[in-house]
């Protein structure tokens, strides 16, 4: 539990998480509605990014409005004389558990899930925003919602070229690992890495490489070993699944399905197929019972 009851006029329920340069509470505002915020402190010139960043997540989660996006509310900048030294975000409470905490077996609920997903990137593409990070932790499943995107800590607008290499190395694009232009179908791969990981409990292969003593270390080269289709490791997964995540994390951009708009269309397919194959292998009433 954090040491005070308050934190800028809201009442602290509990810590939800800590990270490096951050703190998760749930908090209390003064009707009683419940909501998360995300306390930045800046200690040193060094860490001014991390209050860049939690202004940008802002920036962006507020221009979105869809049910697959946690909204963020509200910003709250702390000075110290004139520059910010601290930075509150106010979210959406989101009840739920990430996929990285539950991973789902049922081949039906996994493309409803990547649909859905799919669904909330869209909103954000037709607002002109990459979320640039989709990995397992950062889509949670609520009961009664279904699924929300969270952390928009990378997000970015279509067509940046960012300065450092940001992702994470299990779902990393390469063109995130060779800093050119972050679009759309920077997030058709970190979303099919993502469900390749779902289908399989294994990582695809990337530019980004685990070294020893836990380091990461980036690859120049695009001879990265290809991923195994899921299909061959699962034989019951969906032809129709199986080649859309494996269209979907093809190294060279354009070999990759253009938006969400193709993702979702074949995930319809995708999931009458599975249907199908459901239905055909159902045991078959008796008739003479």
């Given amino acids: 539990m954090a040491d005070f009851h308050q934190i800028a006029g809201y009442d602290v329920v509990s810590t939800l998480g800590e990270g490096a340069h951050s703190t998760i509470y749930e908090v209390r ?4 509605q419940i909501m998360v915020l995300k306390r930045v402190i800046k200690e040193g010139p060094s860490q001014q990014r991390f209050i860049d960043q939690a202004l940008a997540e802002h920036d962006v989660a507020s221009k979105i409005d869809h049910p697959r996006v946690r909204k963020s509310i509200k910003v709250i ?6 520059r910010v030294s601290e930075v509150l975000v106010l979210m959406e409470m989101v009840n739920g ?29 037709q607002a002109g925003f990459v979320h640039a990070d989709i990995k397992p932790n950062n889509i949670m499943i ?23 290499i940001q992702g994470t190395p ?27 990981w779902i289908l399989t409990g294994q990582h695809i292969p990337t530019m980004m490489h685990k070294k020893q003593k836990g380091s990461i270390s980036s690859s ?9 289709p899921p299909i061959e490791i ?4 969906a032809p129709a699944l199986s080649s859309l995540v494996m269209d979907s994390i093809e190294r060279k951009v354009d070999e990759r399905p253009q938006n969400m708009g193709q993702i979702i269309d074949r995930l319809q397919i995708a999931g009458a197929q599975i249907q199908r194959q459901r239905a055909a292998t159902a045991p078959k009433a008796d008739v003479n019972a």
């Fill in 29 to 32: 505002d003064k009707t009683g």
């Fill in 77 to 82: 900048k702390q000075r110290n004389v004139i």
């Fill in 97 to 125: 558990k990430t996929l990285e905490q539950h991973r789902p077996t049922d081949l039906l609920q996994v493309c409803q899930i990547y649909y859905q997903a799919a669904e909330g990137l869209q909103a954000m593409h």
């Fill in 142 to 164: 609520t009961q009664k919602e279904g699924v929300k995107l969270i952390d928009f800590g990378q997000s970015c607008k279509s067509g940046t070229i960012k300065h450092r």
């Fill in 170 to 196: 299990d779902y990393i694009a390469p063109e995130q690992v060779k800093r050119e232009a972050i679009t759309e179908r920077t997030d058709v791969f970190n979303l099919g890495a993502t469900f390749y």
């Fill in 220 to 228: 120049k080269s695009d001879n990265v070993k290809r991923a195994t």
């Fill in 234 to 237: 699962n034989p019951e997964i």
